[in-house]
Nanobody, 123 residues
Framework: QVQLRESGGGLVQTGDSLTLSCAASGGTFSNHAMAWFRRAPGKEREFVASINRNGGTTYYTRSVKGRFTISRDNAKNTLYLQMRYLYPEDAAIYYC????????????????WGQGTQVTVSS
């Protein structure tokens, strides 16, 4: 089972950009579809974006489409989430996850999770 560790979170202002990274170890990264989820205070975990094994297909939740870009570098065993035009409603703990398919938004379909990285957006 692959181990995941997120980094890159922080405090930004509305309209700023931020890039999250997720480093994978202990498994074959390229064998896994990958995804980003987030959980804001008082809310349930929410699907953000996913990417298939070779990086050729991506999916986004509607609220981030056009602002966020998910990508992966299989040679570096790393997943990325480039976030632009951040709003206060984007503030959350962001988690990366590994699973079998990028076509699902169901967190239960992903069997490896990182510890999360906090993103705070001030207005």
């Amino acid at each position: 089972q692959v181990q995941l560790r997120e980094s890159g979170g922080g405090l930004v202002q509305t309209g700023d950009s931020l890039t999250l990274s997720c480093a994978a170890s202990g498994g074959t990264f390229s064998n896994h579809a990958m995804a980003w989820f987030r959980r804001a205070p008082g809310k349930e975990r929410e699907f953000v974006a996913s990417i298939n094994r070779n990086g050729g297909t991506t999916y986004y939740t509607r609220s981030v489409k056009g602002r966020f870009t998910i990508s992966r570098d299989n040679a570096k065993n790393t997943l990325y989430l480039q976030m632009r035009y951040l709003y206060p409603e984007d503030a959350a703990i962001y988690y990366c996850a590994a699973g079998r398919s990028a076509t699902t938004m169901n967190p239960g379909a992903f069997n490896s999770w990182g510890q999360g990285t906090q993103v705070t957006v001030s207005s």
